[in-house]
C-alpha cells in the first residue's frame, strides 16, 4: 500500500530580499496587499513603499531586510492559499532558515500575520544593536568537511554559524578571529572563503546582548501552540508547544542554524516535497544537495501562485 506523499513549507532567510520582491503579489492578489498593509500598520511606517521601490542600501539593512523579507513570504503565503485552496497540500513540517523561522511562526498559527512582521522587525534591531556592542561578520566556506570547519573554528575562536548542506557550511565570528579563519580553511582546502553582507556576528555569543531584548518582546506576545510543528534551527527537532518555540527563538539569536539536520530529520518523517514560500530559490538548492530524491517546488511570485491556482505545480 503506497504512503500519501507528505509535504513541508520552508521560508527563506536573510539575504534573499531585492528591491520589487513582492509587487506583483501586491498587484494581483487581495489577501497579499492584506499583508502589506498590515505590516505598514504594525511597524508604522511604509515598508511596503521600501521593499517595492527602495533604495536597495536602506532595504539591506538588518533591521529593515528581516521584515521585508518575512512580509513577502507571508504576502506569498496567503496569495497561495487564497487561489489554491484545492491544490496546495497542507503541510506536515514547517521550518525556516535562521530569519525564515520567524514566518514559519504566522503559517504554523503561533502569532498572528502582524505580530510576526513586528517581532521579526524587532529580531532585526536588537541584532544590529548587538553587532555594533560587539563588531563581527559571517563568511560561507566552501569545499570543506564539517569536522575540518569545526577545527578552523576551534583554533580561531570562530563558530559555526549555519550548517546548511554538505560542502557548505557558513562561520561566524570577530573580524580578528574570521580572517584567521579564512586564512586557514584555505589552506586546508576550501575550495572558496565567501564574506556574507551582515552586520554582525549571527548565531554566535556575541549576539548576547540582543537576548534580553528579545525575550522581553517575546513575553508581551500572544504565543500559541503550533498548529503544525515546526523543525527547530538549533536542535533539528520539530517543537509543539509555545513555550518550545519561545526558548527556540532565543536559542537561535546565539546558536547555529542546523539546516542540514533539519532537513534529514524532515527526510526520516517521510517528507518527500519541499514547498519553498518566499524570495528566490536559496533552500531548494541546498535542499536538493542534502538528498538528490527530494522533490522541490517554489512559490516565490505571481506566476507561480497562479500556478498553482491552475492545480499545476511551478
Not at 559555526?160 to 557550511?169: D, F, H, S, W
Not at 540582543?210 to 506576545?221: H, N
Not at 536538493?288 to 511570485?301: E, F, L, Q
Request: aromatic share 6%.
Amino acid at each position: 500500500m503506497n504512503q500519501p506523499e507528505k509535504t513541508a513549507f520552508v521560508f527563506p532567510g536573510q539575504g534573499a530580499q531585492a528591491v520589487g520582491m513582492g509587487l506583483d503579489l501586491y498587484r494581483e492578489f487581495g489577501t497579499a496587499r492584506d499583508v502589506f498593509k498590515l505590516a505598514d500598520e504594525r511597524l508604522g511606517f511604509p515598508l511596503s513603499r521600501l521593499i517595492f521601490e527602495g533604495p536597495e542600501g536602506e532595504l539591506t539593512r538588518t533591521i529593515n531586510a528581516q521584515p521585508a523579507i518575512v512580509t513577502v513570504s507571508l504576502a506569498c503565503l496567503k496569495a497561495a492559499e487564497e487561489v489554491a485552496a484545492d491544490s496546495l497540500p497542507t503541510p506536515s513540517l514547517v521550518a525556516g532558515h535562521s530569519l525564515g523561522e520567524y514566518t514559519s511562526l504566522a503559517a504554523a498559527g503561533v502569532l498572528s500575520v502582524a505580530d510576526t512582521i513586528y517581532l521579526a522587525r524587532e529580531r532585526g534591531r536588537l541584532m544590529y544593536q548587538a553587532g555594533q556592542q560587539n563588531p563581527g561578520g559571517m563568511a560561507a566556506i566552501l569545499g570543506l568537511e564539517e569536522d575540518v570547519v569545526a577545527a578552523v573554528c576551534a583554533e580561531t575562536g570562530c563558530y559555526v554559524a549555519n550548517y546548511n548542506c554538505p560542502g557548505q557550511l557558513v562561520i561566524s565570528g570577530t573580524e580578528e578571529s574570521l580572517s584567521k579563519a579564512t586564512t586557514l580553511a584555505e589552506a586546508r582546502g576550501a575550495r572558496r572563503v565567501v564574506r556574507l553582507q551582515v552586520s554582525g556576528a549571527f548565531h554566535t555569543p556575541l549576539m548576547q546582548p540582543a537576548v534580553d531584548g528579545m525575550a522581553k518582546v517575546i513575553e508581551s506576545l500572544d504565543f500559541r501552540d503550533p498548529l503544525i510543528p515546526i523543525v527547530a534551527n538549533t536542535i533539528a527537532r520539530a517543537l509543539a508547544t509555545a513555550g518550545e518555540v519561545k526558548e527556540e527563538l532565543l536559542n537561535q539569536l546565539c546558536h547555529g542554524v542546523k539546516w542540514q539536520q533539519s532537513i534529514e530529520l524532515m527526510l526520516a518523517e517521510g517528507i518527500t516535497t519541499f514547498i519553498e514560500i518566499g524570495p528566490g530559490k536559496v533552500l531548494s538548492g541546498l535542499i536538493k544537495r542534502i538528498s538528490k530524491d527530494a522533490k522541490t517546488v517554489n512559490i516565490g511570485d505571481a506566476e507561480a501562485v497562479k500556478g498553482w491556482g491552475r492545480g499545476q505545480e511551478r
